[in-house]
């Protein structure tokens, strides 16, 4: 069975920068795809990237193009997401997600990932 840990999460103000690592326990990391997701106050929650599960195929949503990144360290469980030139609008609890196969068309489908985990704030002050 697959958990999820996010680390990373806090303050920074628009422009800045941070990187949420999602620690993965568990077998069959290798096999999983591994996706972002956030949820703001009032908001469904939504789909941020995803990375294949040879880290080959990256997605991201239209609103994070070219700002973050989506990574994965295989010796260490682990992966990442890079946020950069963040804005107000980014203030969100982060989740990450883990489903196993390939991302695909569904990549952005919450209902797709079967283990999330408990999500990390992310707040971004103007």
């Known amino acids: 069975q697959v958990q999820l840990e996010e680390i990373g999460g806090g303050s920074v103000q628009a422009g800045g920068s941070l990187r949420l690592s999602c620690r993965v326990s568990?077998?069959?990391?290798?096999?999983?795809?591994m996706g972002w997701f956030r949820q703001a106050p009032g908001l469904e929650r939504e789909a941020v990237a995803a990375?294949?599960?040879?880290?080959?195929?990256?997605y991201s949503a239209d609103s994070v193009k070219g700002r973050f990144t989506v990574s994965r360290d295989y010796a260490e469980n682990t992966v990442f997401l890079q946020m950069n030139s963040l804005k107000p609008e980014d203030t969100a609890i982060y989740y990450c997600?883990?489903?196993?196969?390939?991302?695909?068309?569904?990549?952005?489908?919450?209902?797709?990932?079967?283990?999330w985990g408990q999500g990390t704030q992310v707040t971004v002050s103007s």
């Open positions: 997600a883990a489903k196993y196969g390939t991302c695909g068309t569904t990549w952005a489908d919450i209902g797709a990932y079967r283990t």
């Open positions: 568990g077998d069959t990391y290798s096999l999983r795809c």
């Open positions: 990375l294949s599960p040879g880290g080959d195929v990256a």
